[in-house]
């Protein structure tokens, strides 16, 4: 079963706008991660972010967490075409080793 | 660091073949996954190995499958008498393990059953 739930399936946006991906989970966590992935790849991590953290930055990357509402929120600010791909959440359910990810957000970023 | 390997990258099978993958994690990592995903879906972990331990396999992990990892590096993941439901990209990771949760996936097998 999938733990995660991203919200939008699918996002277009022109380059050099900001996208806005949602996560909703069901259990407690550890920390959340996101994940990019490549039409036909494997999965990149992205970032984590650490249940007792409220927001994290990585270069053009931001992600909040509300535990409370078990939500998260992976923001890129300024995409590029190079963007292009799908992101998907993951958590922990609380153990120290498994990752259970969502469906995923699949991002086009017209040039 | 040479990244997670995964070979083959494709395979096309008849059904009731049995075909294996193989992956080779990270040196350093004791941690390896196993994941399948299909089609406009996300990951779905189907067991996990701490060193040569298999510490967790999935329900979705029928009897046909079974995967190992004998000396605690690379790991293999067998499927016997194969089904057209079991087409999907077979993904597998690895992690230094505690404090380190992030995983490296390889670029996962494809695998067609006819």
């Known amino acids: 079963s999938q733990q995660g739930e991203e919200d939008p399936q699918a996002l277009s946006i022109q380059e050099g706008e900001n996208a806005t991906m949602n996560c909703s989970y069901k259990?407690?966590?550890?920390?959340l991660q996101w994940y990019r992935q490549n039409s036909g790849r494997g999965l990149v991590h992205l970032i984590l972010?650490?249940?007792?953290?409220r927001e994290k930055h990585s270069g053009r990357l931001r992600v909040t967490l509300d535990t409370s509402k078990k939500s998260s929120s992976l923001l890129i600010t300024a995409s590029r075409a190079a963007d292009t791909a799908s992101y998907f959440c993951a958590t922990d359910g609380g153990s120290n080793y498994k990752l259970t990810f969502g469906k995923g957000t699949l991002l086009t970023v017209n040039p | 660091d040479t990244g997670v390997s995964q070979n083959p990258r494709h395979k096309i099978t008849k059904r009731g073949q049995n075909v294996t993958f193989r992956c080779d994690p990270i040196s350093e990592h004791n941690r390896l996954y196993w994941y399948r995903q299909t089609l406009g879906q996300g990951p779905e972990f189907l067991t996990y190995?701490?060193?040569?331990?298999?510490?967790?396999k999935s329900r979705l992990l029928s009897d046909r499958f079974s995967a190992e990892r004998p000396k605690g590096s690379f790991s293999t993941l067998e499927i016997q008498r194969t089904e057209q439901g079991d087409s999907a990209m077979y993904l597998c990771?690895?992690?230094?393990?505690?404090?380190?949760?992030?995983?490296?996936f390889g670029s996962g097998t494809q695998l067609s059953v006819l």
């Open positions: 190995f701490q060193n040569e331990a298999q510490l967790e």
């Open positions: 972010i650490r249940s007792n953290e």
């Open positions: 259990t407690s966590i550890n920390n």
């Open positions: 990771a690895s992690s230094a393990g505690t404090g380190s949760e992030k995983l490296f």
